[in-house]
């Protein structure tokens, strides 16, 4: 499945910007954990550097909330 969407072009799950506009994507396929719906077990994932960026903002500055930092395309 990775190979297909690398061939036709992927981009963020989350905000969905191409891998030609931001410097990184990486690919993951969630597993089985507490919180991970039954229907994403085995499909694949992709995060680009933007977004992992983002999330450790958040994470390490809780006070920031979803709606202070936009995800702008």
């Known amino acids: ?6 061939a036709g072009g992927f981009s963020c799950s989350f905000c969905g910007r191409s891998k030609g506009e931001v410097a990184n994507i990486v690919s993951g396929t969630p597993q089985r954990a507490p919180g991970v719906p039954k229907q994403m077990i085995g ?7 933007e977004c992992v960026e983002r999330y450790r903002q958040m994470v390490t ?6 709606d202070s930092a936009p ?3």
């Open 61 to 66: 500055r809780p006070e920031l909330s979803r």
């Open 43 to 49: 499909k694949s994932a992709f995060i680009c550097n």
């Open 1 to 6: 499945m990775i190979a297909k969407m690398k």
């Open 71 to 73: 995800i702008t395309k």
